[in-house]
Structures are given as structure tokens and as C-alpha cells.
């Protein structure tokens, strides 16, 4: 299904224009574009810049979101991503002939729009951390009720992960998937993206629902 795109627009305006990070600096306005299966939100530091404009519990859910924030150089861009789950589980469609776990997929650039010059894509050199996984043994993807058997692991969200200061080597870096493998579709086409700008997840494209995602942008 496809969605608007102005809520998330809206929102990022307003808090670039009023809630820029106070790092020295010039300030720049920059574009930001994702897509993701099936939502996202953005931090630029601690300050909420940007989320998808349709809930998590959307089941169905590719569509493409532009916004624009301020910001100086350097800063951090601080990702919540998460693939859509019925329950704990991690599955979807459960109690139908559907049921199967399902699969992520993220990609997202940054552009300066002062020079035009992308300065921020998702790739390989991404940190990630998984918070949710889910089902560890899928072979309970085919039970009745799943909830019973599907065996889960959850970790808690670091304090203060959003600070520049935070230490994310510890964290996995990303893994790189192709179109096919990432199953993109609707508002993945509709961006123009930087043939840097790669499609990624964790290393379990399938079991792994909720990530954190860190990237530093020090530079144009």
C-alpha cells in the first residue's frame, strides 16, 4: 500500500527549523530519503527528525518517505528500523495458510542540498544492532500455535545510544542484499537513488525484526 509522504515531511521540517542540534557550525539543509520494509524512525542526535507516516501494525506497509532537517557538521543519523511482526512471534499472517515469517529491508540517502552532493547512504559500513528476534527455531512457523513454540530473544535498547560519544563497535555491521533478496517493491522506485545507496539489514534477513542503526556523517 502506498502512503502519503507529508506527515513525515511536515514534521521534519518543523523540527529542523526549530530544533536544530547545537553542534558548531554552519547549519545546512539537507534531504532525506528511505525506504523501508515496513517502518523507520530518525533521530538526528537525541532530536526526533523523521518516522514512516503509517504504523508498525500495518501489515503491508513499502512505501518511500522525503523530508527535509538542519543540522551541522558532524552529526549522528540514529535509525529504529523494524519489520512488521503479529506478535512476539515474529511471524505474520498466523492462523492463516499464509503464516510464515516475514523479511526485512532498509535503504536510505542524505543529500546536501546547499552542494547537491549525497553525504550519507546506507552500506555495509552501517553499525546495527538487533533488539528482537524472532522465531530462533523456524520450523514453528508451520505450528498452530506458534506462540507456544517460536522461541524468541530480546535485548534491551543500550543507554544512550543516540550520543555521538556512543561506542558502536560491538555492533554487527550491515549486510548488503540485492533487490530480489530484499523483496522491494511500491515506493522503493519511486526515490532516485545514489548508486552508493545500498539495500541492507542485519545478517538474518528473515528472523531479525527490530534494529537500531547508527551512522556518522562527518562531512561533505
Known amino acids: 500500500m502506498k502512503k502519503s509522504r507529508s506527515m513525515a515531511t511536515v514534521l521534519a521540517v518543523l523540527v529542523g527549523a526549530f530544533c536544530a542540534p547545537g ?5 545546512h539543509r539537507f534531504k532525506g530519503e528511505v525506504w ?4 523507520f524512525s530518525l533521530h538526528l542526535g537525541e532530536r526526533f527528525v523523521a518516522e514512516d ?18 543540522a ?16 512476539d512471534t515474529g511471524l505474520e499472517y498466523i492462523g492463516t495458510p499464509r503464516q510464515k515469517m516475514g523479511d526485512g529491508g532498509f535503504v536510505m540517502q542524505v543529500t546536501d542540498t546547499t552542494t547537491g552532493k549525497v553525504v550519507a547512504v546506507s552500506n555495509a ?7 528482537h528476534k524472532a522465531p530462533l527455531n523456524p520450523g514453528c512457523a508451520r505450528d498452530r500455535n506458534p506462540m507456544e513454540t517460536c522461541q524468541i530473544k530480546t535485548t534491551a535498547e ?21 533487490q530480489a533478496q530484499a523483496g522491494v517493491k511500491d515506493g522503493y522506485f519511486d526515490i532516485r537513488w545514489d ?8 545478517s538474518d534477513l528473515n528472523a531479525d525484526n527490530t534494529l537500531l542503526c547508527k551512522v556518522r556523517v562527518v562531512g561533505p
Open 23 to 27: 553542534v558548531a557550525g554552519t547549519a
Open 36 to 39: 523501508a520494509d515496513n517502518w
Open 53 to 70: 507516516s503509517v504504523p508498525i501494525t500495518t501489515e503491508r506497509s513499502f512505501n518511500a518517505e522525503t523530508f527535509y532537517f538542519d
Open 72 to 87: 551541522s557538521y558532524p552529526f549522528d543519523l540514529n535509525f529504529v528500523v523494524k519489520d512488521y511482526k503479529e506478535n
Open 125 to 131: 559500513a552501517m553499525r546495527c544492532l538487533v533488539l
Open 158 to 178: 543500550p543507554a544512550g545510544w543516540k550520543a555521538a560519544a556512543f561506542d558502536t563497535t560491538a555492533w554487527e555491521r550491515a549486510t548488503v542484499y540485492t
Open 195 to 202: 548508486p552508493a545507496a545500498q539495500l541492507v539489514w542485519s
